[in-house]
């Protein structure tokens, strides 16, 4: 099967098995008129539709499209559900992450790298900080993700980083300031998100180019969902009166979300910069040492 090497009904049970960890997410009755701005792709690209509970990107030949959120974050756990571009997606990303501004910026990312019709998408993520990135971790996903919603979750408090699909850990990025190397914590960040072009690297290192005559390729949101310290005027809204509503502030992986992260590792990891010798022939960089891979 091109998504998986283990059987649908194992992973059902697997799942199941995991219910009532702290990583369910629960729905919320998001609206996007007042979570979003449109940010490009004029003519229609972008959508906000059903009264607010449904947005769509699309590109075609000329432009793709985005939006970003009305509010920034220093620190949360931001879910959204999306449905990936079906069929020949070959060349396209769809981009969705974390982010603040200028030549020193921190970046979360989810990229959703686009496939030939029935081989599986690529899930790339990587983490930046002070402007540095290259922290790159690539997966296989389990499911199929053009054919339904999935909850794609980050996260971020000051000890960790948390990428986590359908409420399963795939990655954590532990704070690696004791081996002095930055970590995004001081810098607010919106909520991004774009579907663009990239056939010249994007499938294949560039060797299967997008088919426009499948154009448009649209790719759908919902169910946005923050528990976040929303950052305003200069300050931010969490503060020690108010620990209960913040746990997420403290979170991190339990035996059994240990155990989830585990399993995708060594199932659907399919590159790690902190195990590529020929990137990093002199050694790795310094925070491999406490995010090693299962």
């Given at each position: 099967?091109?998504?998986?090497?283990?059987?649908?009904?194992?992973?059902?049970?697997?799942?199941?098995?995991?219910?009532?960890?702290?990583?369910?997410?629960?729905?919320?009755?998001?609206?996007?008129?007042?979570?979003?701005?449109?940010?490009?792709?004029?003519?229609?690209?972008?959508?906000?539709?059903?009264?607010?509970?449904?947005?769509?990107?699309?590109?075609?030949?000329?432009?793709?499209?985005?939006?970003?959120?009305?509010?920034?974050?220093?620190?949360?756990?931001?879910?959204?559900?999306?449905?990936?571009?079906?069929?020949?997606?070959?060349?396209?990303?769809?981009?969705?992450?974390?982010?603040?501004?200028?030549?020193?910026?921190?970046?979360?990312?989810?990229?959703?790298?686009?496939?030939?019709?029935?081989?599986?998408?690529?899930?790339?993520?990587?983490?930046?900080?002070?402007?540095?990135?290259?922290?790159?971790?690539?997966?296989?996903?389990?499911?199929?993700?053009?054919?339904?919603?999935?909850?794609?979750?980050?996260?971020?408090?000051?000890?960790?980083?948390?990428?986590?699909?359908?409420?399963?850990?795939?990655?954590?990025?532990?704070?690696?300031?004791?081996?002095?190397?930055?970590?995004?914590?001081?810098?607010?960040?919106?909520?991004?998100?774009?579907?663009?072009?990239?056939?010249?690297?994007?499938?294949r290192g560039g060797l299967v180019k997008a088919d426009w005559s499948k154009?448009?390729?649209?790719?759908?949101?919902?169910?946005?969902?923050?528990?976040?310290?929303?950052?305003?005027?200069?300050?931010?809204?969490?503060?020690?009166?108010?620990?209960?509503?913040?746990?997420?502030?403290?979170?991190?992986?339990?035996?059994?979300?240990?155990?989830?992260?585990?399993?995708?590792?060594?199932?659907?990891?399919?590159?790690?910069?902190?195990?590529?010798?020929?990137?990093?022939?002199?050694?790795?960089?310094?925070?491999?040492?406490?995010?090693?891979?299962?």
């Amino acid at each position: 099967m091109a998504y998986s090497s283990c059987s649908s009904s194992l992973v059902r049970i697997l799942l199941t098995s995991f219910i009532g960890s702290t990583f369910v997410v629960l729905a919320s009755a998001s609206n996007f008129y007042q979570d979003v701005d449109i940010t490009w792709g004029g003519d229609g690209r972008a959508k906000i539709l059903n009264n607010g509970g449904l947005l769509t990107l699309s590109l075609d030949k000329t432009s793709g499209s985005g939006f970003q959120s009305k509010r920034e974050y220093l620190f949360g756990k931001i879910d959204m559900q999306l449905k990936l571009v079906a069929g020949n997606s070959a060349g396209t990303v769809t981009a969705y992450y974390l982010s603040s501004q200028g030549p020193t910026h921190d970046e979360i990312d989810f990229e959703f790298l686009g496939n030939l019709s029935g081989d599986p998408y690529i899930l790339h993520t990587n983490v930046y900080s002070q402007g540095k990135g290259n922290r790159e971790q690539q997966f296989y996903l389990w499911f199929d993700p053009t054919a339904d919603f999935h909850t794609y979750s980050i996260l971020w408090n000051p000890r960790r980083i948390i990428f986590s699909v359908d409420g399963t850990p795939i990655r954590e990025y532990k704070n690696p300031e004791s081996l002095g190397v930055p970590y995004p914590k001081s810098q607010p960040m919106r909520i991004y998100s774009s579907l663009w072009n990239a056939d010249d690297w994007a499938t294949r290192g560039g060797l299967v180019k997008a088919d426009w005559s499948k154009a448009p390729f649209t790719a759908s949101y919902r169910n946005f969902n923050e528990h976040a310290c929303i950052w305003s005027s200069g300050k931010s809204s969490c503060n020690s009166n108010t620990p209960s509503n913040n746990a997420w502030l403290n979170q991190e992986l339990d035996a059994t979300s240990q155990e989830r992260l585990k399993w995708v590792q060594k199932n659907y990891m399919i590159y790690n910069y902190c195990t590529d010798l020929k990137r990093f022939p002199q050694g790795f960089p310094p925070e491999c040492a406490i995010n090693k891979s299962s």
